[in-house]
């Protein structure tokens, strides 16, 4: 069974920074990628950043340069760091695994529950 579970969420200031983990067991690294999602009330969720298991990575354009995902192999760990977040950051964060390294939420097939990033002007 196929888990990703996330951890790192909360409420920081603009300017402020956080470190989502995704915990991920039950799954063996494959072809696709895995991906950090985020979805706030009212919109669509989009992705946010993805790598795949070459360590190519890609991000949306709003948050290049502040925003970077990683992989530890060793601790099956997904990791999103975030860094001068602005308050258009703010949503509920989702690590999600086997999907389209460039396609949106539908193509990916296991996904963690969300940990909520707040921040305030």
């Known amino acids: 069974q196929v888990q990703l579970v996330e951890s790192g969420g909360g409420s920081v200031q603009a300017g402020g920074t956080l470190r989502l983990s995704c915990a991920i067991s039950?799954?063996?690294?494959?072809?696709?990628?895995m991906g950090w999602f985020r979805q706030a009330p009212g919109k669509e969720r989009e992705r946010v950043a993805a790598?795949?298991?070459?360590?190519?990575?890609s991000y949306v354009d709003s948050v290049k340069g502040r925003i970077s995902i990683s992989y530890d192999i060793a601790k099956n760990t997904l990791y999103l760091q975030m860094n001068s977040l602005k308050p258009e950051d703010t949503a509920m964060y989702y690590c999600?695994?086997?999907?389209?390294?460039?396609?949106?939420?539908?193509?990916?097939?296991?996904w963690g529950q969300g940990t909520q990033v707040t921040v305030s002007s």
């Open positions: 790598t795949d298991s070459e360590g190519h990575t």
């Open positions: 039950g799954y063996t690294y494959s072809s696709y990628c």
């Open positions: 999600a695994a086997e999907g389209d390294c460039a396609g949106i939420a539908g193509t990916y097939k296991y």
